[in-house]
């Protein structure tokens, strides 16, 4: 993990942003956006890591920061940028705790504590900026390159 913010705005060849409803429906339409917006950047090869990472920065999102968010800001918001080699995934929450991985305890099927560690297989790059006054956003870097 990197704590050095992605330069996603300036020099992007696009961007998209959904604001997510923490919630099965509401992940699973932040999953169903990013294919989409995928699809139209020529980039259906990145879907699929693109919507589990998506999912789980988002779960964590939902399990860890809203939860403990000051009354009333509860938005969590997904970002999709496109600089060139790279798409960059964010999703923004009103806590500005900083996300730790866990690795779960023993053998087997842990159900909680693998989100960061299959974000962390998944992309190049990983980490988190805090967004004053309150709130941080993780991103991970993909690859956009077709697999060989």
Known sequence: MSGRAPDM?????????????????????????????????????????????????????????????????????????????????????PCGSRPVPTRPAGPGLAEHGRGLGIVEALAEEWGWTPRPPQGKTVWARLPTSPPH
């Open 9 to 93: 705005v300036p020099g992007a060849l696009a961007a998209a942003a959904l604001r997510i409803e923490c919630g099965r429906e509401g992940f699973a339409r932040a999953r169903a956006f990013t294919r989409r917006t995928l699809s139209g950047w020529s980039l259906d090869h990145c879907g699929d890591d693109a919507a589990v990472v998506v999912t789980e920065l988002a779960a964590n999102a939902a399990t860890h920061a809203v939860p403990f968010a000051p009354e009333g800001r509860t938005d969590v918001w997904l970002g999709l940028a496109l600089d060139g080699a790279h798409l960059v995934l964010t999703v923004s929450d």
